[in-house]
């Protein structure tokens, strides 16, 4: 999963009763955090604006995000004031020179994988994941620090923070019950294959403890993930 956030502010103060000065969020990564730029890309095969995506989103409808409701940016864009930053594409070109809260440019199937239900279902292993693609990521992650210091020397004026979300999913598997999960390995819907290695099927009834799943399909976080991964990158930053 790939995400970078860019909060133009002055100030951030936290979690609650926060009055930030925050004036927009631009979001930039994968279907983690897509809300729904795909769905206007022609033959995007990677589409999920469909039932069951969405069930727990604001009237239960989808949207194109990849999860049951709220993703990430959508807890930082709530707990600063702002709206949802609207899918890049689904903005006339009116709306891209009037629109001053920000804008989420996120897009599926842009980003690294990790170890997902669909690769512990997919690929032959002999631990609880698929240990191979986890070197891999981790690799990637350790070079991460670096990188954000020489931005920031290059960049002046900014600051970047390391919001690692492997490090995240390894404590949440590994301690599921302290952070409230009962399933942090299968996905809640139901998927087109039936084996949890593909999307969700359309208009299939999901699992009715979405709050306890780590995944809500076989690839993306569940909301209850995507409120703990905006709780934790809340924490790095203040």
């Not at 690929?123 to 920031?152: G, K, Q, W, Y």
Request: hydrophobic share 35%.
């Amino acid at each position: 999963m790939f995400f970078s956030c860019c909060l133009h502010t002055s100030c951030f103060h936290g979690l609650n009763n926060s009055v930030l000065k925050t004036p927009a969020v631009y979001a930039f990564g994968d279907s983690a955090i897509d809300a729904g730029n795909n769905k206007f890309i022609p033959n995007a095969t990677a589409r999920f604006n469909f039932m069951p995506y969405g069930i727990d989103f604001l009237g239960g409808i989808p949207t194109g995000r990849t999860t049951n409701g709220k993703t990430v940016v959508d807890f930082i864009a709530e707990s600063v004031g702002l709206p949802f930053p609207p899918p890049m594409l689904s903005l006339s070109k009116a709306q891209h020179k009037s629109t001053r809260t920000g804008v989420n440019f996120g897009s599926s199937s842009s980003g690294i994988q990790r170890c997902r239900p669909a690769y512990i279902h997919r690929v032959s292993h002999n631990t609880s994941c698929v240990e191979d693609v986890n070197r891999r990521v981790a690799t990637f992650n350790d070079l991460l620090p670096n990188i954000l210091m020489e931005l920031e020397t290059s960049l002046k004026g900014s600051t970047f923070i390391l919001c690692d979300l492997y490090k995240l999913f390894e404590e949440v598997h590994a301690q599921p019950e302290t952070y409230g999960f009962t399933n942090v390995v299968d996905s809640c819907c139901i998927d087109v294959n039936g084996n949890q290695t593909r999307e969700c099927a359309r208009d299939r009834t999901p699992c009715s403890d979405r709050e306890t799943h780590a995944f809500f399909d076989p690839f993306h976080p569940s909301q209850s993930m995507h409120k703990l991964w905006f709780q934790r990158c809340v924490k790095d930053i203040i």
